[in-house]
């Protein structure tokens, strides 16, 4: 980092009077009174409190900025696994599908690879099996 100054983060550095300016605003009475009430409990003067709240904000400016990409790059990666899950979950019912309706036509390799113990409960659950695309005289 050459001639580079690195920022730090927290409250900005002391401004010289030099580097002022007087700026004047309109707020309702009933804010003013607010802060100085605020200003009371901190044990500051409610100019002091205002110029505080002004650079909190602006320090602040840069990470809500940083914290919104963030939030927006988590939201993109959260859809993308949603739509990987979708995927997965449609592979899966298809296989399994595949391998009932191989079972169904009598297909014992797929089947005893596939469900392997769990065979005769497949083909004894498989009566009930009624979403077949073909006609049971078929089966």
Same mark, same amino acid.
């Given at each position: 980092?050459?001639?580079?100054?690195?920022?730090?983060?927290?409250?900005?550095?002391?401004?010289?009077?030099?580097?002022?300016?007087?700026?004047?605003?309109?707020?309702?009475?009933?804010?003013?009174?607010?802060?100085?009430?605020?200003?009371?409990?901190?044990?500051?003067?409610?100019?002091? !409190?205002?110029?505080?709240?002004?650079?909190?904000?602006?320090? !602040? %400016?840069?990470?809500?900025?940083?914290?919104?990409?963030?939030?927006?790059?988590?939201?993109?990666?959260?859809?993308?696994? !949603?739509?990987? !899950?979708?995927?997965?979950?449609?592979?899966?019912?298809?296989?399994?599908?595949?391998?009932?309706?191989?079972?169904?036509?009598?297909?014992?390799?797929?089947?005893?690879?596939?469900?392997?113990?769990?065979?005769?409960?497949?083909?004894?659950?498989?009566?009930?099996?009624?979403?077949?695309?073909?006609?049971? %005289?078929?089966?």
């Amino acid at each position: 980092m050459t001639g580079e100054t690195k920022k730090k983060a927290g409250r900005p550095p002391k401004v010289k009077s030099t580097d002022t300016t007087e700026l004047r605003i309109t707020i309702p009475t009933v804010t003013v009174e607010y802060i100085k009430q605020v200003a009371a409990i901190k044990g500051v003067e409610p100019g002091t !409190l205002v110029r505080q709240a002004v650079e909190t904000h602006v320090s !602040l %400016g840069d990470r809500l900025e940083k914290i919104e990409a963030d939030m927006n790059e988590v939201r993109g990666l959260h859809s993308s696994i !949603l739509t990987s !899950l979708d995927r997965i979950g449609e592979f899966i019912a298809r296989r399994e599908r595949d391998y009932r309706i191989a079972l169904a036509g009598g297909d014992t390799d797929v089947a005893d690879e596939v469900f392997a113990d769990d065979v005769m409960d497949v083909r004894r659950d498989l009566s009930d099996f009624e979403d077949l695309p073909f006609e049971e %005289g078929d089966r």
